[in-house]
């Protein structure tokens, strides 16, 4: 017998297999990304909603595309994303975004993504290292939780380029705590040790 719990998972993976058929057939670029690129890649499923990437002159192009695949899409007070559910009052949805942190999606990020198979789906996903740093970039006072955090970090240690995510999350003092605390616990190697590494 399925749980509530369960159903949601459900419905929140329909919700993201029919987004990325939605887009694919418009021929709308777009990348996986947030939680569930992570967990394409090892970590943890995530519970609450799906995350994908389309470039900001696409935004209005992607709309379109999945209304007229079926899906309900939903424009929200926020000015840099929109919803998406895959039937009337479904309480999972999908967050399409063209900004992240305030910045505009670019087809260059677009492009750096793998090809992978998700839920039988093969669809754009986000490369591990833009997963990782656009986690940590988004962190702030107001949402620093390193817990869920961690599980991502290990499960992706091997094929993320720190140096590369410190270059890009240097300015954020949150992140860069988190990544003191990935070296303390031996996730991942300190900055000095892998610089000298390559030299």
Known sequence: MSTPEASL????????????????????PFALCGGYAAWVRGAPEPSHDADFLVAAQDADRAAEALRDAGLWVEHPPEDWLFKVRS????????????????????QDLLDRSDTLSVLSVLMPVLAATDVVAGK????????????????????????????????RTAANDFAAAFLVLLERLGVVEPADASAAASS
């Open 136 to 167: 940590l970039a988004a962190l702030t006072e107001h949402y620093c939780d390193f817990a869920r955090l961690l599980p991502v970090a290990r499960a992706l240690r091997e094929q993320v380029d720190w140096d590369a995510v410190r270059d």
């Open 9 to 28: 998972q459900d419905e929140l993976r329909e919700a993201l297999k029919l987004t990325a058929v939605g887009l694919k057939r418009a021929e709308v």
């Open 87 to 106: 039937a009337e009052g479904s309480e999972s949805f999908v967050d399409v975004l063209w900004r992240l942190c305030d910045v505009p999606v670019e």
